[in-house]
């Protein structure tokens, strides 16, 4: 695990060259990878609307996905699969996800604001850990979008794949709807067994 530098010591902000702000979404779900992003914002780039993804509509995420993708001066997104997530676990999957989104990111960052309160263990940089860093850092905003839009996306594609369960709707969480559909169809090959209400549907 790279040191971690007090947030303190920097004036966290678009003066600080090379921040670049990561998150993660999916980690909660039942079904689907885990999807991560990392982003570096430009000085005065003027997007507006930034927010958690969690706070934003459908509509107000797909418009921003795109504008952060043409005015960030960085951008990854990045996944670990479900065969990742059954092996390490998910908060462990998570971690990777978003170390392969920041290894991606060229130019390199200096230092990474990461949301939550783990770090993964193999970042190229200094790394701080945010917690509620989505709803404070406009380049954490940005990652969560990027993360969101690009999971949503992908359940959207697994519910034509395996329709019955509700993908394009719930996106993979444990809704009553999705887990009538487990009950009912049982499992599909992107359940993740390892959790409790897939695990419940093979145990003796």
Not at 27 to 44: Q, S, T
Not at 70 to 95: D, V, Y
């Amino acid at each position: 695990m790279k040191r971690r530098i007090p947030l303190s010591s920097y004036t966290v902000s678009l003066t600080v060259p090379l921040v670049a702000g990561v998150d993660e979404a999916g980690r909660g779900c039942l079904a689907g990878p885990v999807y991560a992003a990392a982003v570096i914002l430009e000085p005065g780039h003027g997007i507006n609307g930034l927010d958690d993804s969690k706070k934003l509509k459908p509509i107000e995420r797909e418009r921003l996905f795109d504008r952060i993708q043409n005015r960030a001066r960085a951008f990854a997104i990045a996944r670990a699969e479900l065969g990742e997530i059954e092996s390490l676990n998910i908060l462990h999957a998570s971690m990777l996800a978003m170390q392969r989104a920041v290894e991606a990111l060229q130019p390199a960052p200096l230092l990474c604001l990461i949301d939550g309160n783990c770090l993964p263990r193999r970042l190229p940089c200094a790394a701080e850990a945010v917690i509620g860093g989505d709803g404070i850092h406009e380049a954490i905003m940005a990652a969560s979008i990027l993360a969101k839009v690009a999971r949503d996306r992908e359940m959207l594609r697994l519910d034509a794949e395996y329709p019955g369960y509700g993908f394009a709707r719930h996106k993979g969480y444990g809704t009553p709807q999705h887990l009538a559909a487990l009950s009912a169809l049982g499992a599909s090959p992107v359940h993740r067994m390892g959790f409790g209400p897939c695990r419940k549907l093979v145990e003796p």
